[in-house]
C-alpha cells in the first residue's frame, strides 16, 4: 500500500503528459514559455482572483509574499508553530521574526483568540499573556502567516477582521489546501495573498517543485511578478528591486496542466476517502478522526488522527506497519523548539496545544484512489488489539 499513490494518477494521465513535453521539447521555450501564462490564467479562474504568479516553489510564494510587502529587520509576523518549517523559515531568512501563536485543537490552524493577545504583547512590549520571542531590536507587528493544515482552511473570517483593526496583511499558506473551500469561496483566495505548492505529495502536485501566489491586489501582483525574476523592471536586464531566481520551470507548468484536468474530480474522491475513514474509524473509535466545521470543504492533503498520547501512537504506528500499511507524523516537534529557531528563545511550554498534538498526531495513507477494501483493512488493523 502507498501513502500517497502517485503512481496511480499517473497512469491515468501518462499519455496526456508525454504529449505536452513532447510539446515543450518542440517549442524549446524552456525559460517562461507559454505553459506558464496559460497555467496561471487558468489556476486564477479557479481560485477566483484576477493574478497569478507561478514560482519555483511554495517556500518561493511565501518568500515573494513577504518580500512583496517589503518584509525585513524589525517586522514581526505572527503564525502557527504547528506547520511545516517553511512557514517559519521564510520570515527569519529576511531578518523579521516569528511570533508564534498556539493553535485550536479542533481545527489544528491558528486560534483567533490568541492572535489578539500576542498582537496586544507585541505592542506594549511585555509577554504578559503571551509567550514572545526574543529581539534586540524592538519590534512592529506587520502581517500574519495563517495556514491551511492538512488542506483545511483557517478561520479567516475572524483572522482577517483581527488584522483589519490592527492595520496587518494577512498571507494564506494554502500549500496544503489547493482545491479547499470555505463557504463556496477557494482556498488561496481567503486573504491578501494565497501561497500555495506544486510540491509532488501536495494536493495538486507536479513532478518537482512548483508553487504559485493568488491575489486581487494588482500592485502586489506586479511586485511578486517582478521580484520572481530579479526584480525585473520593465526588461530583463533593468532592475529595479533585490529579487530572486524564483521562476516555475515551464516543463512542470506543462505538466500541471494535465493534471489540472483531472484535478476537481480528485477533490470529490478525497472528500469521500475522508468520509470513509471518519466512518470505519470511529466504530469502535481507537483514535480521534479530523474535525471539518460545517462551512469548510478541506483538500485533504493528509487525514491525520490522534492518538491518546506518544506510547499509544507508537503502538498504532508499529502495528500498521506490521500489515504494511505507511503511516508519517506531520510534525515531531513544533516551529517553536526546532533547533533552527532557538535563537528565538521560546521553551516547553510556550505554545501547549501544538506541543500535545505534535506527540500524538499522525497521518494515514490518503489518495485519491485509495480503495475502499484498503481503508477496511487499515481499519480493521487499528482497532485491533
Ligand atoms: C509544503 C509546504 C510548504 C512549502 O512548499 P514547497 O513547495 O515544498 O517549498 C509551505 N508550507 C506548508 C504548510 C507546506 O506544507
Redesign the pocket.
Known amino acids: 500500500m502507498q501513502f500517497i499513490d502517485l503512481a496511480a494518477q499517473q497512469k491515468r494521465i501518462r499519455d496526456r503528459i508525454e504529449a505536452n513535453i513532447a510539446a515543450l521539447l518542440d517549442h524549446g521555450r524552456y525559460i517562461m514559455g507559454p505553459e506558464i501564462k496559460s497555467l496561471e490564467e487558468k489556476l486564477a479562474q479557479y481560485v477566483g482572483v484576477k493574478h497569478a504568479v507561478s514560482c519555483a ?6 518568500l515573494l509574499a513577504l518580500m512583496a510587502y517589503d518584509i525585513g529587520p524589525g517586522d514581526a509576523i505572527l503564525t502557527t508553530p504547528f ?2 518549517i ?2 517559519g523559515e521564510v520570515i527569519s531568512l529576511l531578518g523579521a521574526v516569528p511570533v508564534f501563536v498556539d493553535i485550536d485543537p479542533q481545527t489544528f490552524n491558528l486560534d483567533p483568540a490568541k492572535l489578539e493577545q500576542a498582537i496586544d504583547a507585541i505592542a506594549e512590549e511585555a509577554a504578559g499573556d503571551h509567550p514572545l520571542p526574543r529581539s534586540d531590536v524592538s519590534l512592529a507587528a506587520r502581517g500574519i502567516i495563517a ?3 492538512f488542506g483545511l482552511p483557517a478561520d479567516y473570517g475572524r483572522i482577517n477582521s483581527i488584522a483589519r483593526h490592527h492595520d496587518l496583511f494577512v498571507l494564506e ?1 494554502a ?2 489546501s489547493f482545491g479547499a473551500e470555505h463557504n463556496g469561496t477557494m482556498a488561496g483566495s481567503l486573504a491578501d495573498i494565497g ?1 500555495t ?3 509532488p ?2 494536493p495538486l502536485g507536479c513532478y518537482g ?3 504559485m501566489c493568488f491575489t486581487n491586489d494588482e500592485n502586489l501582483a506586479e511586485a511578486m511578478d517582478s521580484l520572481r525574476l530579479h526584480g525585473k523592471g520593465i526588461h530583463k536586464y533593468d532592475n529595479v528591486r533585490t529579487g530572486i531566481n524564483g521562476r516555475m520551470d515551464t516543463l512542470q507548468a506543462a505538466i500541471l496542466l494535465v493534471k489540472f484536468e483531472i484535478f476537481p474530480e480528485e477533490i470529490e474522491l478525497r472528500q469521500q476517502v475522508a468520509q470513509r475513514y471518519t466512518r470505519l474509524l470511529n466504530q469502535p473509535a481507537e483514535v480521534q478522526t479530523p474535525a471539518v466545521p460545517v462551512e469548510m470543504k478541506s483538500a485533504w ?1 493528509q487525514y491525520s488522527v490522534l492518538a491518546k498520547d506518544g506510547a499509544h501512537r507508537s503502538k498504532l504506528q508499529d502495528r500498521l506497519k506490521a500489515a504494511d500499511i505507511p503511516t508519517a507524523i506531520y510534525y515531531p516537534k513544533p516551529l517553536h523548539l526546532q533547533t533552527a529557531f532557538k535563537f528565538l528563545g521560546y521553551k516547553e511550554g510556550d505554545f501547549p496545544v501544538s506541543e500535545d498534538l505534535c506527540s500524538r498526531i499522525f497521518s494515514l495513507p490518503m489518495h485519491p484512489y485509495l480503495s475502499r477494501a484498503d481503508q477496511e483493512r487499515i481499519a480493521t488493523v487499528l482497532s485491533s488489539r
Open positions: 516553489s511554495g517556500t518561493d510564494a511565501l506547520t511545516f517553511a512557514t495556514v491551511d493544515l499558506d500549500a496544503q501561497c505548492s506544486f510540491f505529495a501536495k517543485d512548483g508553487g492533503a
